[in-house]
């Protein structure tokens, strides 16, 4: 089965789809450096514009449409606008991929506010749209630890819609895997110094709350926050830069932040994911925060097969 993938990011979904099996087409994104990622590990064609630009017409056809689309729109962070805001507002170019090409499977992925957003009325919106288009909505909130064998806390809903009632009835969830990573098996041994902070102003503050060397904790603007349940917070597009959400460790030497490569492992990238030499470290925080346990979208496409006697 073949796959179109929007807000395509770095990749992480598509990834996903192709470790289970699937082909995939195409995909689009509009940012140049994620673009760049993306081309140095995906080999089929990205389509780099707005995707209010894309015509379907440009596109082949396909069976799996993808989108993890912009989540600013419905996050608790952010100003919740939903479809009032441009970033929500790209859920209609969805729907016109969807009217166009008519996938016989759309899975989507999105932060678990959207659920309760607007009391309900943006959720109840998307699920009416793809009903009244003839899908048939499975959907479910898991948590990378729980089903991506990665000890990252994030929890994200997937929606996936069949156009299939028979296809739909045999699909479900992955079953919960167990978690048999642990936190120090992510990090690398050696670093550059630049991660260490040791010359920072927050240095000694650092120094008196960090004292467990397998925990991940996260700088929160002013304090540290230890995430108590040895998995490594939720990694954010906003890790790198402004010095907010950063995720600390304590290592063999000295406090530092977890390196691009080590939070790609939280999100269940493999070593052969190749980080441009040529991007900043800033694009990179960003790229994977804003990306998906590859692992978690593994498992759910593996259902997605089984359902469909793949
Ligand atoms: C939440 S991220 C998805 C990341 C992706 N799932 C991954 O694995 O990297 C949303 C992506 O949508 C892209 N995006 C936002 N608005 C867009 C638009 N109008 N057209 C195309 N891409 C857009 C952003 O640049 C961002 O990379």
Redesign the pocket.
């Known amino acids: 089965m073949k796959v179109g993938?929007?807000?395509?990011?770095?990749?992480?979904?598509?990834?996903g789809f192709k470790k289970a099996g699937f082909d995939i087409s195409w995909a689009?994104?509009?940012?140049k450096n994620?673009s760049i990622t993306?081309r140095h590990n995906h080999k089929h064609k990205l389509f780099e514009?707005?995707?209010?630009?894309?015509k379907t017409s440009e596109v082949s056809s396909i069976d799996i449409l993808t989108?993890?689309?912009?989540?600013q729109a419905f996050s608790i962070a952010g100003q919740q606008k939903g479809f009032n805001d441009?970033?929500g507002n790209?859920f209609f170019?969805i729907l016109r991929f969807i009217d166009d090409l008519k996938p016989k499977v759309v899975f989507l992925?999105?932060v678990k506010n959207l659920l309760g957003h607007d009391k309900g009325q943006t959720f109840k919106r998307i699920t009416n749209e793809l009903e009244n288009r003839g899908y048939i909505i499975s959907y479910k909130i898991l948590n990378s630890s729980e089903y991506g064998n990665v000890p990252q806390n994030r929890e994200r809903i997937y929606i996936v819609a069949f156009k299939d009632k028979n296809i739909a009835l045999n699909f479900s969830f992955p079953e919960v895997k167990k978690l048999n990573k642990k936190i120090s098996d992510l990090i690398e041994a050696k670093v550059d110094e630049k991660f260490y902070y040791t010359n920072s102003r927050y240095y000694e503050q650092l120094k008196d709350e960090m004292k467990n060397k397998d925990s991940v904790y996260q700088w929160r603007r002013v304090y540290v926050r230890e995430n108590k349940s040895k998995l490594c917070p939720t990694l954010t597009?906003n890790m790198g830069t402004g010095g907010h959400n950063v995720p600390l460790i304590i290592d063999d030497i000295d406090i530092r932040k977890l390196t691009p490569r080590e939070c790609a492992r939280f999100q269940g990238y493999d070593e052969t994911f190749i980080f441009p030499e040529s991007l900043a470290n800033s694009s990179l925080y960003k790229?994977?925060g804003?990306?998906?346990t590859?692992t978690v979208i593994e498992a759910i496409a593996n259902e997605i097969k089984k359902a469909c006697n793949l």
């Open positions: 993938g929007l807000f395509a990011g770095i990749g992480g979904i598509e990834l689009n994104e509009i940012d994620a993306y514009k707005d995707l209010k630009d894309l989108g993890g689309f912009p989540c441009d970033r790209v170019e992925e999105n597009a790229q994977i804003n990306s998906v590859v």
